[in-house]
T-cell receptor, first 111, second 117 residues
């Protein structure tokens, strides 16, 4: 049973466009929502994270939007670049490192 | 350089032949864990360790063993591998939590691709 549902599984975006990846959760005990970025042949690396008391967090071209009442959060990548092509995982955690991951979204940004 | 090192990167073995995948971190992290990554299933936790001699099962522990005798090392042991354990494996570590209950990020190794025939 997937505790964090992530969509889409794959995404193709034109260079300069906006990439949007959505995640939904059920467990209201989750208190930390990180996104990880994974390039081929590498392990995932933390990209950006948000706490549930904040509705939006922006770091450069990457923004997390968080809707606590709907139990949904999303990653927006503005001005998407070919170098952003990677697999993105949303995650949710509670307690100390009790982390559950989404299934991942493979993003391809085409020139 | 702060890192999590896994070895080997690639491993092909046969059913039933015991194997160990090593994981070492140089960040003095208390927390370490193992994940497997499969298409359409994302990352699933196998085992984790909160500190030396403290380990616990994750979501998919069957067929795996771990030990944590030293803070820096957390090997994954498959005593009798089967084809359904063919997967991409990641070790990760993390330091103490940050402010309040919020977690510090997981630092992942570069993975071990295991094929069991």
């Amino acid at each position: 049973q997937q505790q964090v549902k992530q969509s889409p599984q794959s995404l193709i975006v034109q260079k300069g466009g906006i990439s949007i990846i959505n995640c939904a959760y059920e467990n209201t005990a989750f208190d930390y929502f990180p996104w990880y970025q994974q390039f081929p042949g590498k392990g995932p690396a933390l990209l950006i994270a948000i706490r549930p008391d904040v509705s939006e967090k922006k770091e450069g071209r990457f923004t997390i939007s968080f809707n606590k009442s709907a139990k949904q959060f999303s990653l927006h990548i503005m001005d998407s670049q070919p170098g952003d092509s990677a697999t993105y995982f949303c995650a949710a955690s509670w307690g100390y490192q009790k982390v559950t991951f989404g299934i991942g979204t493979k993003l391809q940004v085409i020139p | 350089e702060a890192q999590v090192t896994q070895n080997p990167r690639y491993l092909i073995t046969v059913t039933g032949k015991k194997l160990t995948v090593t994981c070492s971190q140089n960040m003095n992290h208390e927390y370490m864990s193992w994940y497997r990554q499969d298409p359409g299933l994302g990352l699933r936790q196998i085992y984790y360790s909160m500190n030396v001699e403290v380990t616990d099962k994750g979501d998919v522990p069957e067929g795996y063993k771990v030990s944590r005798k030293e803070k820096r090392n957390f090997p994954l042991i498959l005593e009798s591998p089967s084809p359904n354990q063919t997967s991409l494996y990641f070790c990760a570590s993390s330091g103490a939590a940050g402010q309040g209950s919020y977690n510090s990020p997981l630092h992942f190794g570069n993975g071990t691709r295991l094929t069991v025939t």
